[in-house]
Nanobody
């Protein structure tokens, strides 16, 4: 059974930082691409950041470029992180971790197979 478990969400002030973690079981991140998406109230789910595990190549939505960093742990830990700095109220959303096989710069949610339950991030002004 595949499980992706996000953690690290919470409340932050504008300009602050949070670090999200995504731990996987039942699926190996090393075989593909891992990404973070987010969904704000009343809005569609949108791509935030992605990483191709084998090469470690990262890619970002323009809205978070320069502020957020996606990274991976070693294969044994099977965990991906999202470091979020200089947070803005517009970053408030539920953040989801997702993965699929294959290394490519996937940004569409329908491209991904497995999803976590999400973790709430709230940024106050």
């Amino acid at each position: 059974q595949v499980q992706l478990v996000e953690s690290g969400g919470g409340l932050a002030q504008a300009g602050g930082s949070l670090r999200l973690s995504c731990a996987a079981s039942g699926v190996t991140f090393s075989s593909g691409t891992v990404a973070w998406f987010r969904q704000a109230p009343g809005k569609e789910r949108e791509f935030v950041a992605g990483i191709t595990w084998n090469s470690g190549s990262t890619y970002y939505a323009d809205s978070v470029k320069g502020r957020f960093t996606i990274s991976r742990d070693n294969a044994a830990k099977n965990t991906v992180y999202l470091q979020m700095n200089s947070l803005k109220p517009d970053d408030t959303a539920v953040y989801y971790c997702t993965t699929r096989r294959g290394s490519y710069y996937f940004t569409e949610q329908q491209s991904f197979y497995y999803w976590g339950q999400g973790t709430q991030v709230t940024v106050s002004s």
